[in-house]
């Protein structure tokens, strides 16, 4: 759960945070549980509503929708990645714009669907894919960058 949280909220004392408020809420919560999930996808979704309500605190920016998507090429990775890879990626991730930075860990770190974004976050689903490919766009564009800054 820690690990969802530091994903979230992107540095080490918010995600410790946050991660004992939810908790607090998980054991005062309890008697609610109904069973329709495992426990653990229950608190699973606690913690990720508690890092949400943090975020919206900071009042991310979203940026809408294009009317049209298919100028933002799906990028696909083949590549067996090293450790220093790893450690690129995840520092390239913590930089990326709250917005893209929210959807993008909600979709592939989550696994949520677009539809599921759009009703967590209040945004369109054309807004969740939207901030998801502009997220992939910036990453390779992190990423390939002849600076090797991260």
Same mark, same amino acid.
């Given at each position: 759960?820690?690990? $969802?949280?530091?994903?979230?909220?992107?540095?080490?004392?918010?995600?410790?945070?946050?991660?004992?408020?939810?908790?607090?809420?998980?054991?005062?919560?309890?008697?609610?549980?109904?069973?329709?999930?495992?426990?653990?996808?229950?608190?699973?979704?606690?913690?990720?509503?508690?890092? @949400?309500?943090?975020?919206?605190?900071?009042?991310?920016?979203?940026?809408?929708?294009?009317?049209?998507?298919?100028?933002?090429?799906?990028?696909?990775?083949?590549?067996?990645?090293?450790?220093?890879?790893?450690?690129?990626?995840?520092?390239?991730?913590?930089?990326?714009?709250?917005?893209?930075?929210?959807?993008?860990?909600?979709?592939?770190?989550?696994?949520?669907?677009?539809?599921?974004?759009?009703?967590?976050?209040?945004?369109?689903?054309?807004?969740?894919?939207?901030?998801?490919?502009?997220?992939?766009?910036? @990453?390779?564009? $992190?990423?390939?960058?002849?600076?090797?800054?991260?």
């Amino acid at each position: 759960m820690y690990n $969802i949280c530091h994903r979230m909220m992107g540095n080490r004392e918010e995600a410790e945070d946050v991660l004992q408020n939810a908790f607090v809420d998980i054991f005062s919560k309890i008697d609610t549980f109904r069973g329709e999930a495992s426990l653990g996808a229950w608190i699973k979704r606690i913690v990720i509503n508690s890092c @949400l309500n943090q975020l919206k605190k900071r009042k991310f920016h979203f940026e809408e929708a294009d009317s049209n998507l298919s100028d933002i090429p799906d990028l696909e990775y083949t590549q067996n990645f090293t450790e220093e890879d790893i450690v690129r990626i995840k520092k390239a991730i913590e930089i990326l714009p709250s917005g893209y930075k929210t959807v993008f860990n909600l979709y592939l770190l989550e696994g949520y669907d677009h539809a599921e974004i759009s009703e967590i976050l209040g945004i369109s689903e054309g807004a969740s894919k939207s901030q998801y490919s502009r997220a992939k766009q910036k @990453l390779h564009q $992190i990423l390939t960058q002849k600076s090797k800054a991260i």
